[in-house]
C-alpha cells in the first residue's frame, strides 16, 4: 500500500503574523509592568513574587498541555505569566542575588542554548510549528519563559548598565527587531532562528518600555501608576485577542501507511 501524503496538523499555539507580534510586545510590558507592581508598589519583595508568578505559571502551562487544541485565551494567559514571572525572576537574580546584570544575563542565555539543545536533541528541530504533543510543549514553555527572563536581563542591563536609558534601550531593540524582519524578508535565514530571535527580542524591547512607563521622573521614566498601566495594557491584550483574528498553526503529521 502507498504512503499516503502526510497530513496537516494543528499545533496548540497561535500562528506567528503580525497580530502575534503585537499581542507579544504588549504581554512583555504587562510583565514588567505586572511584575513591578507586586514587587515594588505592594512590597510583596522579589523572592514572594517569583514564587507567586511561578505558581501561576505551571498551573496555566500544566492547563495548556492538557488543553486538546489551541486556546487564544490560555494560551496568551501562559504569555503574560511567563513574561511576569520573567521580570519578578530576573530581578531577583540580579539584586537579591548580586549577581548583576552581566552575570543574570548570561547565565538565562546558558540556560536557554541548554534548553532549545535539548530540544533539538529529542525531537530534530526546534520549530514552533511542532508544538502539539506534551513533551514538545514542555521544551516549548521551558525555553519561553527562559527567553522572557532573559530579554528582561538584557533590557535592565541595556538600560541600566549601559547607560542608554529606557528611551535609548528601547530604541536599540526596535532597531534589532527591524535587522531581524529585514533578514526575515529578504533573506534566506532560517526562519526558525529568526523567530526565536525576535521573541528574545520583543522581551527586552517591553520590559523597557514598561520601565519608562512607571520608572520615577529621575530616572528617566514617566512615573505612571504601575497597577493602572498594568490594567490598561491588559485590557488591551484582552480586547486584542478577543477581536483580531487567531488561529492554530500547522504543522505536517506522520503519513500513514
Not at 496538523?9 to 513591578?36: C, H, M, N, Q, R
Not at 514598561?210 to 521622573?217: S, Y
Not at 493602572?228 to 506522520?254: E, Y
Amino acid at each position: 500500500m502507498h504512503a499516503a501524503a502526510p497530513q496537516r496538523t494543528f499545533s496548540k499555539v497561535p500562528e506567528v503574523t503580525l497580530i502575534f507580534w503585537i499581542i507579544k510586545i504588549a504581554a512583555t510590558t504587562l510583565g514588567e509592568t505586572g511584575g513591578d507592581s507586586i514587587t515594588m508598589t505592594f512590597n510583596w519583595g522579589y523572592l514572594a513574587g517569583t514564587v507567586l508568578f511561578l505558581a501561576v505559571l505551571i498551573a496555566l502551562v500544566i492547563a495548556q498541555i492538557l488543553a486538546r487544541k489551541f486556546h487564544p485565551f490560555l494560551y496568551w494567559a501562559t504569555i503574560v505569566a511567563s513574561t511576569t514571572f520573567g521580570t519578578t525572576m530576573a530581578d531577583f537574580a540580579d539584586r537579591s542575588l548580586g549577581i548583576g546584570y552581566t552575570g543574570g544575563a548570561s547565565l538565562l542565555f546558558a540556560l536557554l542554548m541548554l534548553t532549545l539543545g535539548a530540544w533539538y536533541w529529542s525531537e530534530g528541530t526546534v520549530s514552533v510549528n511542532t508544538v502539539s504533543m506534551p513533551r514538545v510543549e514542555a521544551f516549548y514553555w521551558a525555553a519561553i519563559t527562559f527567553s522572557q527572563t532573559l530579554g528582561t536581563a538584557l533590557g535592565d542591563w541595556i538600560a541600566d548598565t549601559g547607560g542608554l536609558g529606557y528611551e535609548g534601550g528601547a530604541l536599540v531593540f526596535t532597531a534589532a527587531l527591524a535587522v531581524v524582519a529585514i533578514l526575515y524578508y529578504s533573506t534566506g535565514v532560517s526562519r526558525v532562528f529568526l523567530f526565536w530571535a525576535a521573541f528574545i527580542l520583543t522581551r527586552p524591547l517591553g520590559a523597557t518600555v514598561g520601565d519608562f512607563l512607571d520608572k520615577p521622573v529621575s530616572h528617566g521614566g514617566l512615573a505612571l501608576s504601575r497597577p493602572l498601566a498594568s490594567l490598561a495594557i491588559a485590557v488591551f491584550i484582552v480586547l486584542c485577542v478577543a477581536l483580531l483574528p487567531q488561529r492554530a498553526g500547522l504543522h505536517p503529521g506522520t503519513a500513514e501507511t
